[in-house]
Every structure is written in structure tokens, then in C-alpha cells.
């Protein structure tokens, strides 16, 4: 069934309901919980080192916030939990994430943004929904 259950997450409090399905769904199922944070490097080819260093040290801590979140939740529950911090392309670094530990299921939040946000600034969700074969679980977050 649903041994293998990733969670990605982006440190914002609304995925909290996407991180709570996947531990009611590795406890109902006796699976494990996978959460990775995807510090995404893309978009700053054009910037300084030195300001590159200080977005990339921002968003690392906040990954690791994020992380650290989801563990303390898992352990209130009881519920194995294996944690990573990547760096990349946030939706590559998810289905690379899945393919190389047999993920079963995807559990992921969306805001639901249409229009010129949805263009502006896309979606993980539907990109990782578009690029796998694995069953995606979609939690609507609010805002």
C-alpha cells in the first residue's frame, strides 16, 4: 500500500494540513514519512556571491525550521520520519527525491493561485502532478 509517503514542505504555516494528512495517512498504513525542504537555486545566476550567500543562508535556515517542524510533529505522533534539506529546482528535486527512495505516495499542499500569480510565480504541485507516475495526494491550503 502506502509504505513510503513523501511530504515536501515550504516552511510556510499554511502546508501544516498537507504534513498532518501524510502522518494520519503513515498511520493508518504503519508507513513511513519522508519531508524534504528544496532550497531553490534558480533564480539567482545574475546575483553577487555575496548576495547569493545570503539568500542561500536564509533560505537554508528556514528549510531547516521547516524540517525541524514536521520532525517535532512526527515525534508527538510516533511516526518514522525521514528528513532532508536539497538544493535545486524545487519539483526536480522532489520526483528525483521519490524515485531514489521508493516513494509510494506524494502528499503535497496547494495554494490554488490561478491568473497572473499562478503565471508569475507556477506551481510545484502541478509540476510534480505532471512529471510522475506516483498517485499525488493534493491538499487545498488556506491562506
Not at 529546482?89 to 509510494?104: C, K, M, S, V
Amino acid at each position: 500500500m502506502y509504505d513510503e509517503i513523501l511530504v515536501p514542505t515550504d516552511g510556510s504555516s499554511e502546508v501544516t494540513d498537507a504534513i498532518t494528512e501524510a502522518l494520519d495517512l503513515a498511520s493508518f498504513t504503519g508507513g513511513r514519512v519522508h519531508s524534504v525542504y528544496v532550497v531553490d537555486t534558480r533564480d539567482y545566476n545574475t546575483l553577487s556571491d555575496t548576495k547569493w550567500l545570503t539568500i542561500e543562508r536564509d533560505r537554508t535556515e528556514l528549510g531547516e525550521t521547516a524540517i525541524s517542524d514536521v520532525t517535532r510533529v512526527a515525534d508527538e505522533r510516533d511516526v518514522p520520519l525521514e528528513t532532508e534539506l536539497l538544493r535545486g529546482i524545487p519539483h526536480e528535486e522532489i520526483l528525483t527525491y521519490a524515485d531514489e527512495h521508493g516513494i509510494d505516495v506524494i502528499v503535497m499542499g496547494t495554494h490554488a493561485r490561478t491568473g497572473l500569480e499562478h503565471f508569475l510565480n507556477g506551481s510545484v504541485t502541478e509540476k510534480v502532478i505532471r512529471n510522475t507516475d506516483l498517485p499525488v495526494l493534493v491538499i487545498r491550503v488556506t491562506a
